[in-house]
């Protein structure tokens, strides 16, 4: 199995940027995905969720109203467009997939992402 991001960048302070991330080995259309990120001196978080539908979101206060996760099963592929970026949005992304289907309400558990892709850096200039 591997996750592959791509998107990250250089951006400055009010800008976008579009994080892709593309699955292969397996199929995750019954499985939850997400985007955490690490900034240096900080442990990883969870920033963005969403079900093996598309139709459960979830995303932590900081990113709301910015940030926006999407996926197209039929691709095997999720999506992170980022507006209105900060410097404070400078970290490593990376993309994470439940490594067992769920269809549960709490898809933004962390416990359940057990595949990782490498990460992609995103840096905001101020």
């Known amino acids: 199995v591997q996750l592959v991001e791509s998107g990250g960048g250089l951006v400055q302070a009010g800008g976008s940027l579009r994080l892709s991330c593309a699955a292969s080995?397996?199929?995750?259309?019954?499985?939850?995905m997400g985007w955490f990120r690490q900034a240096p001196g900080k442990d990883r978080e969870l920033i963005a969720a969403i079900n093996w539908s598309g139709v459960g979101r979830y995303y932590i206060d900081p990113v709301k109203g910015r940030f926006t996760i999407s996926r197209d099963n039929a691709k095997n592929t999720v999506y992170l467009q980022m507006n209105s970026l900060k410097p404070e949005d400078t970290a490593n992304y990376y993309c994470a997939a439940s490594n067992t289907p769920y269809s549960g309400p709490y898809y933004y558990t962390q416990d359940l992402y057990g595949y990782w892709g490498q990460g992609t850096q995103v840096t905001v200039s101020s």
């Open positions: 080995g397996r199929t995750f259309s019954s499985s939850p």
